[in-house]
């Protein structure tokens, strides 16, 4: 088959989106299908092959991010002369709105994953609000896909129960065979360089924003110190907007000894990082799939994180790692649930179940290695391609028996 993969942000910005459709397409090529990648241009930026770069508005825009020109005739272009099978698209909006025009003009089924929450990510512009809406404009949107994938199951229900309109697959992003062979020699002078002589060393990954919940975090590993005392550190990794103001909180908690802001770190050292760790913090509630929690896995770090959508299709207490509750009814039930997490940190490390826990999480990762997943997109791409032309054939003989009758 010959995809046209389409997204609004891809290498060098980092995140979940660009990690996903770089491994979806490397999968998919290595079974012999031909993938074109259509993707904004961005500072610093490597040439490759059966890549198309198309507008920026803006670019170096919150980290890096480009804002894309989705209106560019280039993409049009490129389309046209590719001949394409099919259309996976990867953003409701903006390249979104053109893959939906491309599928219509030239005929072509559209798939559409839908791998982010936006409803969660409103307030960034003022629009907390609209809410609301989304389920509304998701009906509308999807409706016109010939399939929509979801990554994790929780999802996926989600989406039926929002109704719409097109079947719904789950096709989680994969891990590619380098992620479960960490450094090893790397990962033991990073956790001499980290750890400083304290006993444990906890890593987490995330780009520093708001819905990341990293505040919820950095309380909670105030309350394990006040019970444990200063023997740990945390490496956080990631940049963002946030960074000052939780550098402020870990300022405002004494935690500065504790705490290290490491940054961006590139995507094939994460690994090592995880696997220099004794357990894998998770405070995120935003997250469709959370693929640091399956690169954490497949280094062979369990995983503390905050029960939420995408997280408990991942972790199994007592198998890969734990889970606690967050309800944030009010702050003194966020003050109460920091405290729980705080305690099942704690719960871990008394209980010394750190080793049986690495073992679990390593044989969880190897369910998403990329080659399984990408025969399952293999298979669902078929599937959507068949669907189209039923619906295309039903489509002319409706027409031709009004014309006939």
Not at 115 to 132: A, F, M, N, P, V
Request: contains cysteine; aromatic residues 10%; hydrophobic residues 40%.
């Amino acid at each position: 088959m010959k995809i046209a993969m389409m997204t609004n942000n891809y290498k060098p910005f980092v995140a979940g989106v660009p990690i996903s459709v770089e491994r979806l397409t490397k999968g998919l090529r290595e079974l012999g299908h031909q993938v074109v990648v259509f993707a904004p241009n961005y500072d610093g930026q490597e040439q490759e092959r059966d890549l198309v770069r198309y507008g920026a508005l803006l670019k170096g825009v919150a980290g890096g991010f480009s804002v894309p020109n989705h209106l560019d005739p280039k993409i049009e272009r490129h389309f046209r002369e590719g001949d394409f099978d099919l259309i996976h698209v990867h953003h409701p909006m903006m390249i979104g709105s053109t893959a939906r025009y491309l599928s219509w003009k030239y005929q072509v089924p559209l798939v559409y994953t839908y791998h982010t929450r936006y409803e969660q990510y409103l307030h960034y512009i003022g629009l907390s609000g609209l809410k609301g809406i989304m389920p509304v404009y998701l009906r509308n949107t999807l409706k016109r896909c010939s399939m929509v994938i979801a990554p994790t199951p929780a999802i996926r229900d989600y989406l039926e129960e929002v109704q719409i309109g097109a079947p719904v697959e789950v096709l989680p992003t994969g891990l590619l065979d380098s992620s479960f062979c960490p450094d090893e020699d790397n990962a033991a002078r990073l956790r001499k360089k980290l750890c400083g002589g304290r006993e444990f060393l906890f890593c987490t990954v995330a780009r520093l924003a708001k819905e990341k919940n990293l505040e919820f975090l950095i309380e909670s590993l105030w309350f394990y110190k006040q019970k444990a005392g200063s023997s740990f550190k945390l490496a956080l990794i990631g940049e963002g907007p946030y960074r000052s103001k939780l550098l402020n909180k870990v300022k405002e908690l004494g935690m500065e000894q504790e705490i290290l802001f490491v940054g961006q770190v590139p995507n094939d050292a994460i690994k090592n990082y995880c696997r220099a760790s004794d357990l894998f913090l998770f405070p995120s509630r935003s997250e469709t799939q959370g693929i640091v929690l399956l690169e954490a896995m497949a280094a062979g770090t369990p995983v503390l994180a905050l029960k939420a959508t995408g997280t408990e299709d991942i972790v199994v207490d007592g198998k890969n790692g734990y889970m606690t509750s967050a309800s944030w009814a009010g702050q003194e039930e966020r003050r109460e649930e920091e405290q729980i997490f705080a305690g099942k940190l704690m719960d871990i490390l008394e209980k010394k179940e750190l080793s049986f826990l690495s073992q679990g999480a390593y044989q969880s990762a190897c369910e998403y290695q990329s080659s399984r997943i990408a025969r399952c997109a293999e298979k669902y791409y078929l599937d959507a391609v068949w669907a189209y032309k039923e619906k295309k054939s039903r489509f002319s003989r409706n027409r031709l028996a009004d014309m006939l009758y």
